[in-house]
């Protein structure tokens, strides 16, 4: 497998996990969702440490960004208060 195809390989899991993760928002399972979106998130950060564009490097970036805020917000659903002490 070549660095393109296993960083396609990583991007498409990514993706996957993603979508994974925003059915269970949707559906408010935050604790699956915080999970998929952190396995995405994961797969995410190998692909940024693969020779990238750097253009590539901070769309991928601004993704994760976004992904890692909403298990933040997440986290308050699931545990109120608890990092605020």
Same mark, same amino acid.
């Given at each position: 497998?070549?660095?393109?195809?296993?960083r396609?390989f990583?991007l498409?899991?990514a993706?996957?996990k993603?979508?994974?993760?925003?059915?269970?928002?949707?559906?408010?399972?935050y604790?699956?969702?915080?999970?998929?979106?952190g396995?995405s998130?994961?797969?995410?950060?190998?692909?940024?440490?693969?020779h990238?564009?750097?253009?590539? =490097?901070?769309k991928i970036e601004a993704?994760?960004?976004t992904?890692?805020?909403?298990?933040?917000?997440?986290?308050d659903?699931v545990?109120p208060?608890?990092? =605020?002490?």
């Open positions: 497998m070549t660095t393109h195809d296993s396609r990583l498409e899991e993706l996957h993603a979508n994974d993760a925003v059915f269970f928002d949707h559906h408010q399972h604790e699956d969702a915080i999970i998929k979106y396995d998130c994961a797969l995410l950060g190998q692909v940024m440490r693969t990238l564009e750097e253009d590539d =490097k901070r993704v994760r960004t992904y890692v805020r909403r298990i933040y917000e997440l986290q659903y545990t208060n608890m990092h =605020k002490l």
